[in-house]
Every structure is written in C-alpha cells, then in structure tokens.
C-alpha cells in the first residue's frame, strides 16, 4: 500500500514547473517569485508526506500489537535494551533496503535477511509473508517468551519491528549455515563426522526439551526439521524458525490447529487428526536422525516409489535387518556399534505412528546425553589403543592412511501425492 502516491506525483509536477520556469524568459523578480513559492510548496508537501508515513507507521504499531508489547515488558521487568524494538528506518538501513542479495533463505512462512548495524553487528530478520491479525496476541505473547528464553541451542531472539504491515523478527546472525547443509551439500570438503553428528542430534533434543519442559508455558516447535537447525563455526546447534510455534496451556496435553509442517517431516497423527502435541515434535526429530544416520534427504525420488519418505525407508531398513547398507559409509566406519545400533532404535521410537508410543523429548535427550557419554568412553579406549599400538609398532617405515568413503546425497524435490499416501500408512510394531 502506497499512500505517498499522489504526494509524490504532485512533487513531480512541481519539479517540472520549476524546470520550465527556468528554462523560460520570464522576468526575473516574477522567476524568483514563483521559485520561492514552489519551492515552499514542496516543502509542504514534503512534511505532509513525512507526517502521513509517521502515522501509517503508528498505525502499524498499534494494529500489531506494539502497546500490548511495551506494557508486557514494562510489567515483566524487563528494559527497552534486552527487548529492542526496532524503527522500520534502522531495519531498511541495515539489509539495503531488503535487497535481494541479503536474502539468506526462503520459506512458506516468509524471508530471512542478513542485517548489518551501524557498529557492524550482524543479525537476521524475518519478514513473514501473512499477518493474521486474530492472532496478534498470539504473536505478542511468543515474542515475549521468546525473549525469556536463554538457552545456548536455541537461536536469540534480539527483537522485533512492529512499524511495518507484517511485523519483522530480528534474531542473532549464526555463521555457519544449516544443518541441511552440512549433511547434503556433497561440494564441502569433508562430511560431519559421527562425533559431531550425535554432539548435534543431542543439542537439538536438549532445545527442544528445554522449550516443552521448562518455559513458562511449553513450546510446540512444529517445524523441526535440517534447514530449520542452524550451527555455529563450532557446529553447536542452533534450533531456529518459530514461524509455526504454539504455545500450549500447562493442563492441556495436546491442541488441535490447522495442519502446518513440512511434508516428510511431518507427524502423521497430526496429519489427519490436527491434534498437535509434543509427540509432534518428537516425530520430526526423528527423520532428522534418520538423516543424520543415513545422509538421505527427508523426501527424494531417487529413492524407489514406496520409500520415497525417509521414515518408511529407514524403519523398513531396520526391521529388515538392512540398516548398515543405508547407514552412510563413515559413519558406519567411525561409530561404535553399541551405541550406533541405540541411536538408531531412538530414532525407530521417535517414528513410532502412534504418539503414545514415542518417547517424550526429554527422555530422547537424556538417552542421546547417555549414548554421547558412552562413545566419548569408547573413542578415548580406541584413542588410546591406538597410541599404544603405534608406540610398540613404530618403524621408520611409510606411514599409512585409512581412506573414508562418503555416502552420496540425494537432490531436494518437491512432495507429491503419492508422498502424502506413504505418510499416513502405518508400518508393523507401531510405525
């Protein structure tokens, strides 16, 4: 909505006038005159239009909920500093005016772009697509839990900008891309590792515990999946994207809402039921160690028909005792056997169809905790084996090298039909 149109068109007559004015052979004092009277009208016009975007911009702060936010945070106790909200101009400045080359991803939900601050800080905003205005509480109330949450995997929420149609969200700036890209971008040098595979499964079930179990009101994520996992230059986990969040009152177990998740990470009792729980959740952690574990993207047509869905090929794989053909080849080569056949039944559990049937995410985080434990035991016995193994051998022999092999990455696709029928068909023992 552009309400500087006819204010701009009128500046531009002017313009002209003024050129023409010039241009001509008037009188010089009748010339001067009218310059100065043109130009007085500009100004006018000029101050009208600032006035008429100031009260637009008042308009949105009101109608998203802005005075519903300073009083929220004025009764929390919490300053105007911890909870900036920031001016549409500060925002505009800092990613160029939304260029495009600033984009740092898109989703069904909005944009994210890479802002940059006067003192150089680096930070994201999202820009949503829809704005329901029913839900501008809604909106309220998870921007102020947001802020209260202080939790090194889960990405900060710094502040928002409430001056625009569709409020924007402003979130720190994490370095090193997703975890989507991490698994299945086959041109990185090297593939993560088991180690920091499982330090990063056990980072995003510690999150997301932490958002049912210990907020004020627990937090349904809903859209848990590998693009929607961010990772520092240390590859600790980040949990972002809040777009599809719900809040959950503490005496309710589960809510119904229209069906909103990505398709193959999506629960399917959600799926047809709309009843979201924290078992949602639960599911779509497990597609993300099914990728983990296998390398395979959550939906991919290079896969045969009936498997296209990563939870029905990965849970057929370990039923028919075919896991380690579909396990990525260096992780089957780094990790212990033990602890990689207990990650695996996790993830089996997690995508059980049956909510009831899959374990809670605080039980999936102490259980990865325990499992990481136990490898970090094992990798320092094989360590130090290791080290007295080459002492007692050294020769002034060549030197060896253990080639590892990496498992190959399917291309992103798009869902299908057929992807939804897979969805929802149960497998034996409660998949």
């Known amino acids: 909505m552009d309400v500087s149109f006819d204010i ?3 500046f531009q007559i002017l313009t002209i006038l003024v050129t023409i004015l010039l241009e001509n052979s008037f ?26 975007l100031i009260k637009l911009q008042e308009k949105y702060f009101q109608q998203n909920g802005g005075l519903m936010l300073q009083e929220h945070i004025l009764n929390h106790g919490r300053s105007m500093e911890t909870t900036k909200i920031f ?7 800092a990613t160029n005016n939304y260029d495009e080359n600033r984009v740092l991803g898109k989703g ?6 890479k802002g940059v601050l006067s003192d150089n800080k680096e ?17 309220i109330n998870e921007v ?51 180690e920091k595979r499982l330090k990063i499964a056990t980072e995003i079930a510690r999150a997301l515990s932490y958002l049912h179990s210990e907020t004020s009101m627990p937090i349904i994520h809903r859209d848990v999946k590998s693009t ?65 574990l296998t ?39 780094e990790g212990n056997i033990e602890p990689l056949k207990k990650v695996v039944n996790l993830a089996k559990g997690c995508l059980r169809l049956r909510w009831e049937d899959r374990p809670t995410m605080m039980e999936v985080a102490m259980e990865l905790e325990g499992l990481r434990n136990m490898e970090k035991h094992l990798w320092g016995k094989d360590n130090q084996t290791t080290e007295e193994t080459e002492y007692l051998l050294r020769t002034p022999t060549l030197p060896f090298n253990i080639d590892i092999g990496i498992g190959s990455s399917a291309s992103a696709v798009n869902g299908h039909d057929s992807m939804i029928n897979q969805l929802l068909k149960p497998l034996d023992d409660g998949q």
């Open 8 to 10: 701009d068109e009128c």
């Open 27 to 52: 009188s010089a004092g009748i010339s001067i005159s009218l310059l100065v009277l043109l130009l007085g009208g500009s100004s006018v016009l000029l101050g009208l239009k600032r006035g008429k």
């Open 87 to 93: 001016s549409n101009e500060e925002l505009k400045k």
């Open 108 to 113: 069904g939900y909005g944009t994210v772009y």
């Open 123 to 139: 930070f994201a905003i999202k820009k949503s697509k829809l704005c329901d205005k029913s839900q501008i509480e809604q909106f």
């Open 144 to 194: 102020i839990l947001l802020t209260q949450i202080n939790h090194r995997n889960v990405v900060k929420l710094l502040g928002c900008c409430l001056e625009t149609e569709v409020p924007l969200l402003v979130y720190e700036f994490i370095t090193n891309g997703t975890l989507y890209d991490h698994i299945h971008d086959i041109s990185r040098a090297s593939p993560l590792s088991w």
């Open 228 to 292: 929607n996992i961010l990772l520092d230059d240390n590859h600790t986990a980040k949990v972002a994207d809040f777009g599809a969040s719900r809040l959950i009152a503490l005496d309710q177990t589960e809510i119904t809402t229209l069906v909103q998740g990505t398709l193959g990470y999506l629960d399917p009792e959600y799926f047809q039921t709309g009843q979201l729980t924290e078992k949602s959740d639960v599911y779509s952690l497990g597609v993300v160690l099914a990728e983990l």
């Open 295 to 333: 390398g395979e993207e959550a939906i991919s047509t290079n896969r045969p028909e009936t498997y296209k869905n990563l939870a029905m090929y990965f849970v057929s794989a370990v039923k028919e005792d075919r896991l380690f053909h579909i396990l990525q080849d260096h992780i089957f080569n």
